[in-house]
């Protein structure tokens, strides 16, 4: 199965899991996030991770519904 890569770029040092989500129209508010994290498994640089407060970083990589996304 071949997935879907998305490159996403920020401006500032690091964005939130919660901002990730929204910036990437995954949803369409921040409130939606918790909800969405908690019924959703989202990968991190492999790992699953659920904390809409978490860090992202450029270079790391995000993985939703067999699409990966590259914080650039």
Not at 1 to 11: A, D, F, G, L, S
Not at 34 to 44: E, G, P, R, S, W
Not at 49 to 54: K, L
Request: hydrophobic share 35%; net charge positive.
């Amino acid at each position: 199965m071949n997935k879907k890569t998305v490159e996403i770029h920020i401006t500032t040092e690091h964005i939130t899991l919660g901002q990730f989500l929204k910036l990437a129209d995954i949803i369409q508010s921040g409130g939606e996030a918790k909800t969405y994290l908690a019924q959703n498994d989202v990968l991190i640089n492999g790992e699953v991770d659920n904390r809409r407060g978490r860090k992202l970083r450029r270079s790391d990589k995000i993985e939703v519904d067999n699409t990966v996304y590259w914080i650039n």
